[in-house]
């Protein structure tokens, strides 16, 4: 019975007590469970005649003694316990710690993976740009064929010139860019790219026309001066005329559509300077050993060596430096679908003189590929077959030559280089390759191609 002096709490939190009891073992709360109740009453009203109240009893002396006692006893329980048991129990409750923490672990362990993996990546950017502006440095001294423009590519790429000009980036990424790039590389790079445009460098006013890839600043580059100056300087080369069919579409100028077909088609060659780029980069990359942290590695899994992985590493970059290709082909297929002879018989002509350019002198895969699909669509009958043949040996070819990439062994990459440093025609070094490895450029008869492919309506 409460004596009529107790506050009222004290009978709540003896009740609560009395409930927390069973939390210990059934033998420890017969034997002591009414003293220990007892105890826990005296303690409270202790605690009442010194002015505190029921939450300091719940937390400074009820909760602290429970999670105390109560697991020791639990854990002396245990030890009485048989010992097949008792190993019972305790691998129990590691399992059941282990469900308990296993997301938390997971989720722990992958954030610890990722953040390894993103300092690796930072370090290898860093080595990377390391090694591009020594590069750039050692072609400024070499000098060559394009050197000023190879020598601006490399300054560019390691001062993040070509994050700050990347249209993908949101603005947020771009501003973090543009604080950590170097001004000095960035100047150099300038330096050097402003020389390769006074001295009308075909392949340097081709990357400031295209501005997101060109190598320099934008008051450097002058976009549409070095257009209008590549039409002069360039002016013979059908891609130059491709672009300007896009330019023109576009603008909705199919006078000036008419007029850059026309001298597309009295092009003597098709070059979107895509070798010029793999060519200089391979070079570039041959004059300083590669540092260790950028060696590459074979398809097979096994090491290439630091000049092998040069070239692995310096053709990959070339090939993307050179990557803004063949812009305008879909302006020509669209311009070319329906080539009325008797509404216009010179632009009919016109058409089908251009897809044959493409097809035999075009120095992409791509040009050859689209070519060959324009020269059927606008070829007479008799010439289908004919036709038809050229785009099977060309999808033969490309099918065979994705399996003999650099990458595949260090002969493979031997050849591959090789034929870059001969010819910056692409469809050149696949034919090389192919030769040289005894595959025929004509497609066997049992090979075939997707219908639509060699269908002259489509």
């Not at 019975?1 to 609560?16: E, F, H, T, V, Y």
Request: hydrophobic share 45%; with cysteine; proline share 4%.
């Amino acid at each position: 019975m409460r004596k009529s002096n107790d506050p009222n709490w004290i009978a709540a939190l003896c009740r609560l007590y009395s409930g927390a009891l069973w939390l210990y073992p059934r033998s420890h709360r017969e034997r002591w469970g009414a003293d220990m109740l007892q105890a826990f009453r005296d303690r409270c009203r202790e605690a009442a005649r010194a002015g505190r109240g029921p939450a300091s009893v719940v937390f400074a002396d009820l909760l602290p003694d429970l999670a105390t006692s109560v697991g020791r006893e639990r854990l002396d329980e245990v030890m009485e316990f048989h010992p097949m048991k008792r190993m019972l129990l305790v691998a129990m409750l590691f399992a059941l710690l282990g469900l308990m923490f296993q997301a938390r672990l997971s989720a722990a362990v992958e954030a610890v993976g990722d953040w390894w993996k993103q300092h690796e990546a930072a370090l290898d950017a860093q080595a990377l740009k390391d090694h591009e502006a020594a590069l750039a440095q050692l072609v400024e001294q070499h000098g060559g064929a394009h050197a000023d423009v190879i020598a601006a590519q490399l300054y560019w790429a390691a001062g993040d010139g070509y994050r700050l000009r990347n249209p993908d980036l949101a603005s947020a990424q771009l501003a973090a860019s543009e604080a950590t790039a170097s001004d000095a590389l960035l100047d150099r790079a300038d330096a050097e790219f402003a020389k390769a445009l006074r001295a009308n460098d075909a392949w340097a006013l081709w990357l400031a026309a295209m501005s997101p890839n060109c190598p320099a600043r934008k008051a450097v580059c002058n976009t549409g001066g070095a257009y209008e100056r590549l039409r002069v300087v360039d002016a013979d080369n059908g891609a130059v005329w491709l672009v300007e069919m896009q330019r023109a579409k576009d603008g909705r100028d199919t006078e000036r559509q008419r007029t850059a077909l026309a001298r597309l088609a009295h092009a003597a060659r098709f070059d979107w300077h895509f070798g010029d780029s793999v060519h200089g980069m391979l070079t570039a990359f041959a004059l300083r050993s590669l540092p260790h942290r950028l060696l590459q590695s074979y398809q097979d899994g096994g090491p290439a060596t630091p000049e092998a992985s040069a070239t692995l590493l310096g053709g990959t970059i070339g090939a993307a430096y050179g990557s803004a290709s063949g812009p305008g082909y879909k302006a020509l297929l669209d311009y070319c679908r329906t080539p009325d002879p008797s509404i216009n018989a010179e632009r009919a002509i016109d058409c089908h003189t251009v897809g044959r350019l493409l097809a035999e002198r075009g120095t992409g895969l791509i040009d050859v590929m689209i070519g060959n699909r324009l020269w059927l669509r606008t070829a007479a009958p008799e010439e289908y077959a004919q036709v038809q043949q050229r785009i099977r040996d060309a999808y033969w070819r490309q099918n065979q030559f994705a399996n003999i990439g650099p990458e595949a062994s260090a002969g493979a990459l031997q050849r591959w280089r090789a034929a870059w440093l001969e010819s910056t025609s692409e469809t050149q070094v696949m034919e090389r390759l192919l030769h040289e490895r005894g595959i025929a450029l004509r497609a066997p008869a049992d090979f075939k191609v997707d219908p639509d492919y060699t269908d002259p309506a489509r």
